[in-house]
Antibody, heavy 128, light 110 residues
């Protein structure tokens, strides 16, 4: 069964740090690009960032509000994705989802970017 | 405020056909493909449509996606009670260098 399981969420004070993990199973994790997406309470979905497979350079991209504060990494030997979050703010309070990502570009239709397998999410609360 | 614009709500009766719209710009929908996700209360999003109109395995063919210019739409025919959920459109944005989502549409089955 293809599965993603997030962990590491919790309550953290403003300015603090937290590392989330996402354990993958049932598919070739090392070949996959992976994304983090978050959802603040009662709000919509917001992309956090992504990491490509090592075959595709292992490069990372981040949404503007997260640049410089969040770092995405992966350990293919452990089939695990990570999200290191520093300098946390109240507005970072959200459920954080990891998702398997498919991304490629074709001249005829442009950029494809979609997430087909999602974890159930882990809750991060930033509050004093 | 979301980059892609969706109506906040939609409704229909069982068996009806409903359409949810998604409006963007030349930097996102106008240049790239559109995806649709369904989110039931308290659960993770589920991919319904990718690449404008492609259904992943297991998604019924009463759901369909289309795109024209800088707008896209999701159609659900033969509406069922289990379709009651939030629906999000998404597309890559060339200016922001990342995917953007609509604000979501809450579908109610009356």
């Amino acid at each position: 069964e293809v599965q993603l399981v997030e962990s590491g969420g919790g309550l953290v004070q403003p300015g603090g740090s937290l590392r989330l993990s996402c354990a993958a199973s049932g598919f070739s994790f090392s070949d996959a690009s992976m994304s983090w997406v978050r959802q603040a309470p009662g709000k919509g979905l917001e992309w956090v960032g992504r990491i490509n497979s090592e075959t595709d350079g292992g490069t990372t991209d981040y949404a503007a509000p997260m640049k410089g504060r969040f770092t995405i990494s992966r350990d293919d030997s452990k089939n695990t994705l990570y999200l290191q979050m520093n300098s946390l703010r109240a507005e970072d309070t959200a459920v954080y989802f990891c998702a398997r990502t498919h991304t490629w570009w074709l001249r005829s239709v442009g950029q494809h970017y979609y997430m087909d397998v999602w974890g159930k999410g882990t809750t991060v609360t930033v509050s004093s | 405020q979301s980059v892609l614009t969706q109506p906040p709500s939609a409704s229909g009766t069982p068996g009806q056909r409903v359409t949810i719209s998604c409006s963007g710009s030349s930097s996102n929908i106008g240049s790239n493909t559109v995806n649709w996700y369904q989110q039931l209360p308290g659960t993770a999003p589920k991919l319904l449509i990718h690449s404008n109109n492609q259904r992943p395995s297991g998604v019924p063919d009463r759901l369909s996606g289309s795109k024209s210019g800088t707008s896209a739409s999701l159609a659900i025919s033969g509406l069922q009670s289990e379709d009651e959920a939030d629906y999000y459109c998404a597309a890559w944005d060339d200016s922001l260098n990342g995917p953007v989502f609509g604000g979501g549409t809450k579908l109610t089955v009356l």
